[in-house]
């Protein structure tokens, strides 16, 4: 049982050392529950600069009764290609046209 447990810690250990975001796995995203229970494309990353967090949204203004929290791992579970801007500083926000297009970087006013 020992060797199951030090074998279990050393694959997690070593898939959070891939993680290419700067917060964890199971840290807490903003993102809409239209993104995850609709299927909606996420559209509009963020990465702030007050705390570090990330909010992955739509296009369109974000409604505060949509909002939904979960773990940064079921957001690129829904969508790897976020992956692409995991290295975006914070203060910068990324935004696409549609699934499959480039992300686009900036950063962002006031950010």
Do not use: Y
């Amino acid at each position: 049982m020992l060797n199951w447990f030090r074998k279990k810690r050393t694959s997690l250990a070593s898939a959070e050392s891939n993680w290419p975001f700067d917060q964890a796995p199971n840290c807490a995203a903003i993102t809409l529950r239209s993104i995850v229970f609709d299927g909606q494309p996420i559209l509009h990353i963020t990465h702030d600069s007050d705390d570090h967090s990330w909010q992955f949204l739509g296009l369109a203004d974000a409604d505060p009764d949509n909002a939904a929290v979960v773990s940064m791992q079921e957001i690129v579970a829904l969508d790897p290609s976020v992956t692409a801007v995991a290295d975006m500083p914070p203060g910068w926000h990324a935004w696409r046209e549609s699934v499959g297009s480039p992300w686009q970087r900036a950063p962002q006013e006031g950010g």
